[in-house]
T-cell receptor, first 117, second 112 residues
Framework: GAVVSQHPSRVICKSGTSVKIECRSL??????MFWYRQFPKKSLMLMAT?????????EQGVEKDKFLINHASLTLSTLTVTSAHPEDSSFYIC?????????????FGPGTRLTVL | DQQVKQNSPSLSVQEGRISILNCDYT??????FLWYKKYPAEGPTFLIS?????DKNEDGRFTVFLNKSAKHLSLHIVPSQPGDSAVYFC???????????FGGGTRLMVKP
């Protein structure tokens, strides 16, 4: 089946630093990847849609200069949280749109827990 | 404006009984619906899906029912097992793209 990995799984950083999260589709090519954020006991909120070779499309209310997304290849998208602050602490999940068997849809990564001190 | 709603934040069921998780949507452009299971600190894992041209899809212990006129879908798990305890999200996709809209989730607790 389609596998999506994320790295790192957990990161703790100081306020003001930047953090990069990688999302990889391991056994399929993904022209489209999605980045979500989940607050405690809340649903997954779509942050942006990442398309290979073009600029990401951000959802309303998401600061594109703060959450930099790069989708440089068909298997890798990165999310960089710039000048992180404690309110950016959250669980970030990526997904990749691909095909596995008869299913053609999003496959999710395991998530990255970001804690900003 | 929540286009996909799961009105029950939690549900507790005895092992062996049926679990019924509900989901309502408002956007009539949605034509494909999915259920995901999520454990804490993990990404969602796909459970079962249904196209809007069907009203029922079954996979082992999991059955999803879709009532298009009521814009309502439900996930039935029978028999429920303690390992089913997790948060369940319904999601919907419209025919215009690949983006998913998620409901707020329902935490299912199956008691032994």
């Amino acid at each position: 089946g389609a596998v999506v990995s994320q790295h790192p799984s957990r990161v703790i950083c100081k306020s003001g630093t930047s953090v990069k999260i990688e999302c990889r589709s391991l056994d399929f090519q993904a022209t489209t990847m999605f980045w979500y954020r989940q607050f405690p006991k809340k649903s997954l909120m779509l942050m942006a849609t990442s398309n290979e070779g073009s600029k990401a499309t951000y959802e309303q209310g998401v600061e594109k200069d703060k959450f930099l997304i790069n989708h440089a290849s068909l298997t890798l998208s990165t999310l960089t949280v710039t000048s992180a602050h404690p309110e950016d602490s959250s669980f970030y999940i990526c997904s990749a749109f691909g095909t596995s068997g008869y299913r053609n849809e999003q496959f999710f990564g395991p998530g990255t827990r970001l804690t900003v001190l | 404006d929540q286009q996909v709603k799961q009105n029950s934040p939690s549900l507790s069921v005895q092992e062996g009984r049926i679990s019924i998780l509900n989901c309502d949507y408002t956007n009539s452009m949605f034509d494909y619906f999915l259920w995901y299971k999520k454990y804490p600190a993990e990404g969602p894992t796909f459970l079962i899906s249904i196209s809007s041209i069907k009203d029922k899809n079954e996979d082992g212990r999991f059955t999803v029912f879709l009532n298009k006129s009521a814009k309502h879908l439900s996930l039935h798990i029978v028999p429920s097992q303690p390992g089913d305890s997790a948060v369940y999200f319904c999601a919907a996709r419209n025919n215009a793209g690949n983006m998913l809209t998620f409901g707020g989730g329902t935490r299912l607790m199956v008691k032994p």
